[in-house]
């Protein structure tokens, strides 16, 4: 499975456009890349997913370099809500609904006033 | 629909006792999984299933066992407990690709 590295930690303020990047220099050719957001005592939930160029839903967008080695993750406006743990994750999707994906450490996003 | 449920959501446990985590979904996802996070580190795959009667070992099953008699319950078994099994325990199902989780469980093995 591709390992993930990312920024341990970043600060924003409310309302700045927040970008995390990910690096995963050894993604095989079938790996998808998708983020996860996880809040204190909560099971993470997910964000958003891609395979290459970008990707946008109604939270955020996902910006994939033709060679896919990194990716950043862009949170539009953040919110004191906004702090959490992000993830960054590469794997497979499997045949019938499910994927394998390997967590690492995530980013510890701080959002103050 | 509930989504994943867990239970219990806290438990205390004895080195060497036994214990069974509670795991149900009603979204009729095939796949299933079993995660533990530490104290500030990521999740850990334990084991994983494909379908009723299939699983599969993930990153760090020593110590567990699962079983997957049904669709929608995937119950994680410990069998002696030890006070590295100190975890909050996530359980999660999947469509495609998204992870739907459970709230956790969080044991403490003293």
């Known amino acids: 499975l591709a390992k993930t590295t990312q920024p341990i930690s970043m600060d924003s303020y409310e309302g700045q456009e927040v970008n995390i990047t990910c690096s995963h220099n050894n993604i095989a050719t079938n790996d998808y890349i998708t983020w996860y957001q996880q809040f204190p005592s909560q099971g993470p939930r997910f964000i958003i997913q891609g395979y290459k160029t970008k990707v946008t839903n109604e939270v955020a967008s996902l910006f994939i370099p033709a060679d896919r080695k990194s990716s950043t993750l862009s949170l539009p406006r953040v919110s004191l809500s906004d702090t959490a743990v992000y993830y960054c994750?590469?794997?497979?999707?499997?045949?019938?609904?499910?994927?394998?994906?390997?967590f690492g450490t995530g980013t510890q996003l701080k959002v103050e006033l | 629909n509930a989504g994943v449920t867990q239970t219990p959501k806290f438990r205390i446990l004895k080195i060497g006792q036994s214990m069974t985590l509670q795991c149900t979904q009603d979204m009729n996802h095939n796949y299933m999984y079993w995660y533990r996070q530490d104290p500030g580190m990521g999740l850990k795959l334990i084991y994983y299933?494909?379908?009723?009667?299939?699983?599969d070992k993930g990153e760090v099953p020593n110590g567990y066992n699962v079983s997957r008699s049904t669709t929608e319950d995937f119950p994680l078994r410990l069998e002696l407990a030890a006070p590295s099994q100190t975890s909050v325990y996530f359980c999660?199902?999947?469509?495609?690709?998204?992870?739907?989780f459970g709230p956790g469980t969080r044991l403490l093995v003293l």
């Open positions: 999660a199902s999947s469509y495609r690709e998204t992870q739907y």
């Open positions: 994750l590469v794997g497979l999707i499997l045949t019938g609904g499910g994927n394998k994906l390997t």
């Open positions: 299933s494909v379908g009723a009667g299939i699983t």
